[in-house]
């Protein structure tokens, strides 16, 4: 089988402008544009540009997949929204990193699996996908949780002491997945028996509605006019910023992970999972 590669990128936030596609377009004429989402693909040649500086100019959310076994996510949040420090729990060396400039914070999840050589067509999988970066957004981090599963599973073929991997918080509703997430596990292979070993001290937390109304009394008119004044000039994620603030007023998590559970070693998890098996 020849070489395979093949990127996505995928605006969400707001969609490109004209400068913005020509840029895209100088960096391969066969590209696939639009408004919204580029598509390169090589079977010889190799992408012009630089895959996280792309993301981080134009679009919010990246996929690539090579026939050699390599499997990419990069998420591009607004730094107004969330701060790097949210995501370090779940880095683990080479394989999910989390880095920042002056506006955003990118999330990268690079895997090597020779698992991964038995070629999928890529086509599809991304439009799946999107959820999870406003799911990360809502400080829902089940995600991250199981690529740093998989992630540690690499690690310790390559040589990693089991014992020295921990388990970062342990999200909610890990015995309960939707879809994208679901395409995630699917997509990147992740040990069905493993996710279960996880799981077990993973909260089962019911959605609730949120008393927007109540909360947002509490807030001053200065705010008030302050979120206002974002929305009218179009400014995005202006939902999220305000629920950022008011959780912060009411002392309310950002993130439904248990911090309080008692971080498990990999190899309890594998213990685990090998006795569900």
């Known amino acids: 089988m020849s070489e395979y590669q093949y990127y996505e990128f995928q605006a969400l936030d707001r969609p490109l402008t004209a400068s913005e596609q020509a840029y895209i377009s ?14 390169f693909t090589y079977s010889y040649g190799d992408f012009r540009g630089e895959p996280k500086e792309v993301l981080e100019k134009c679009f919010d959310i990246m996929l690539y997949m090579a026939n050699w076994g390599t499997r990419q996510l990069m998420f591009r949040f607004p730094k107004t ?4 420090s949210v995501f370090e729990p779940y880095c683990l060396a080479d394989k999910i990193t989390v880095s920042s ?17 038995d070629w999928i067509e890529p086509e599809g999988w991304l439009a799946k996908l999107v959820q999870l970066r406003d ?8 995600v991250l949780y199981l690529a740093w599963l998989k992630a540690a599973s690499i690690a ?3 040589g990693e002491d089991e014992e020295d991997l921990v388990e970062p918080p342990v999200p909610a ?11 995630f596990i699917e997509l990147f292979d992740i040990d069905q028996d ?6 077990q001290v993973s909260i089962d937390k019911k959605e609730n509605t949120k008393p927007i109304k109540e909360w947002i009394t509490a807030l001053s008119s200065e705010e008030k006019d302050y979120f206002l004044l974002k929305l009218a000039t179009g400014e995005i994620n202006v939902g999220i910023q305000l629920i950022n603030r008011l959780r912060e007023l009411f002392k309310i998590p950002k993130s439904d992970s248990n911090y309080d559970t008692h971080r498990r070693s990999f190899s309890q998890l594998l213990e685990n999972a090998n006795e569900q098996m």
């Open 81 to 84: 929204v969330v701060a790097p």
């Open 101 to 117: 400039s002056k506006n955003y914070v990118i999330v990268d999840i690079s895997i090597q699996d020779e698992e991964y050589g």
């Open 173 to 183: 509703n890990l015995k309960k997945l939707p879809d994208a997430i679901g395409t």
């Open 156 to 158: 310790i073929e390559e």
């Open 135 to 142: 799911d990360i957004l809502q400080g829902d981090y089940r």
């Open 194 to 199: 493993l996710i279960a070993s996880a799981s």
């Open 26 to 39: 100088s960096l391969s004429s066969r590209v696939q544009l639009s408004a919204t989402n580029a598509i």
